[in-house]
């Protein structure tokens, strides 16, 4: 059957707006490889930070496969446990220094020591290697997303933007943190923010019809569940702008206030995470971006939970360490279950969106007692094939047991093979 021949990169085109397609049997999306042969899915890497650690006993697991036993705050990932991966011990040196929130965040992902008295100086992060090599070729090198906002402040001699940012361009540039839900939906499919207040697939709706004609009747399917996401997510955008939830911002395809408000945080943070969850899925999805960051909240972190019946700000209630804690740590945990059930329907041939990716959870401290010795670190996925799940890896005790080492052992998936990087030059065993 003779078939269209698509570019590198399918797409639909309208005014102004460009939208990558999901992977489809019909054709070559993901490469230049003839319609009728198989065309393989990129891998993805997404790396999801809630600040001031966890709970001191229920951050845990045992055991292996359909028998890995998870602590509490991590249950809700309990229907991927043969796809997760528990690693304990691993630590950053550098981190270690000054013992508190900024220095053990602000080399978190790259292992490089900060400088300090104000002045501005980590190391570029893993994720940022992997986009500016593996990522450029996609439409969105990197997508950087965040639910609070950066804290220019100083605490004890560190910069607090360090305990703001977790992804680094540069050792001096942190990378821009994209707050507002409709400013990350547009960058995914708009080729201008100014373009105007025309729908997304609107503008593509003409294309789409003519694609849905040439193509198999389960890309059909595909098709349609994929197009139905986008007007979702795009509704809720521009409904949470009507009822204010966001505060400073305007529906999708405006651009935010000239100065963004005082305090930059939503009025409604479940639906703030759970949104920037969603243009995570449809980023990886699309192909729109292979590496994508999610800040959930600082280090040093001040939000409140009064939906979760917790009235208590988040830094402090992590020296507290009770019950209170433990179901704000459920809720942040719960973000990664969302994304890794969204991932996991979405299919591309033999495998899920899921298993084409590695989505990692982590802090820069395991407790909030500022215990940054031993730090927590959940795998999620099959990383095209090449992580093996439902496995718990203790590195307590062994000569290597450096962050830095499993980073080199991530980016050798996605051909970013270096000799070494931040302290480390092994990778690390198992991974």
């Not at 950087?144 to 933007?161: A, D, F, Q, T, W």
């Not at 019950?323 to 991932?343: C, H, K, P, S, T």
Request: aromatic share 6%; glycine share 10%.
């Amino acid at each position: 059957m003779n078939r269209p021949r698509l570019s590198r990169r399918a797409v639909l085109r309208g005014a102004g707006v460009t939208m990558s397609l999901p992977w489809l049997e019909s054709v070559p999306a993901w490469g230049d490889q003839p319609a009728r042969g198989a065309a393989r899915p990129p891998v993805r890497l997404a790396v999801l930070f809630s600040g001031n650690g966890y709970h001191r006993t229920e951050w845990s697991a045992r055991g292996e496969g359909r028998g890995l036993e998870l602590g509490k705050v991590l249950q809700p990932l309990s229907d991927f446990r043969e796809k997760l991966t528990f690693i304990r011990g691993l630590y950053n040196a550098e981190a270690l220094k000054g013992n508190i929130h900024s220095s053990q965040t602000g080399n978190l992902l790259s292992g490089a020591p900060l400088a300090s008295g104000g002045e501005i100086r980590s190391g570029t992060s893993f994720d940022q290697v992997i986009a500016q090599r593996y990522g450029a070729g996609a439409r969105v090198p990197s997508l950087v997303l965040g639910c609070e906002r950066s804290n220019p402040g100083i605490h004890k001699n560190y910069s607090m933007l360090y305990s703001s940012h977790i992804s680094w361009s540069s050792p001096t540039s942190p990378t821009p943190l994209e707050l507002y839900p409709a400013l990350a939906f547009d960058r995914l499919f708009k080729d201008q923010a100014e373009r105007g207040d025309q729908s997304v697939l609107d503008a593509v709706l003409s294309e789409a019809n003519r694609l849905r004609k040439s193509i198999s009747a389960s890309d059909r399917r595909k098709l349609d569940d994929y197009l139905g996401s986008v007007r979702e997510v795009e509704q809720r955008i521009q409904q949470a702008g009507r009822r204010g939830e966001f505060q400073g911002t305007r529906p999708a395809t405006q651009p935010p206030p000239a100065k963004r408000p005082p305090d930059g945080i939503p009025q409604d943070l479940p639906e703030h995470m759970r949104l920037m969850c969603d243009i995570l899925v449809l980023a990886f999805q699309t192909d729109a971006t292979r590496v994508c960051t999610l800040k959930l909240n600082n280090d040093h972190s001040y939000l409140r939970f009064p939906f979760l019946g917790v009235d208590v700000g988040h830094h402090e209630l992590s020296h507290q360490g009770n019950d209170d804690w433990m179901r704000v740590n459920r809720f942040f945990v719960e973000q990664l279950g969302y994304i890794a059930g969204r991932l996991d329907a979405i299919r591309e041939g033999e495998r899920s969106v899921l298993d084409n990716s590695i989505l990692m959870m982590c802090s820069s401290m395991l407790t909030g007692g500022h215990e940054a010795n031993s730090l927590p670190v959940v795998l999620l996925g099959g990383g095209g094939g090449t992580l093996k799940g439902g496995r718990v890896l203790d590195y307590t005790g062994r000569p290597n047991r450096k962050m830095c080492s499993l980073f080199l052992s991530l980016m050798d998936r996605y051909d970013v093979r270096l000799t070494e990087f931040g302290d480390s030059k092994e990778r690390l065993d198992e991974i």
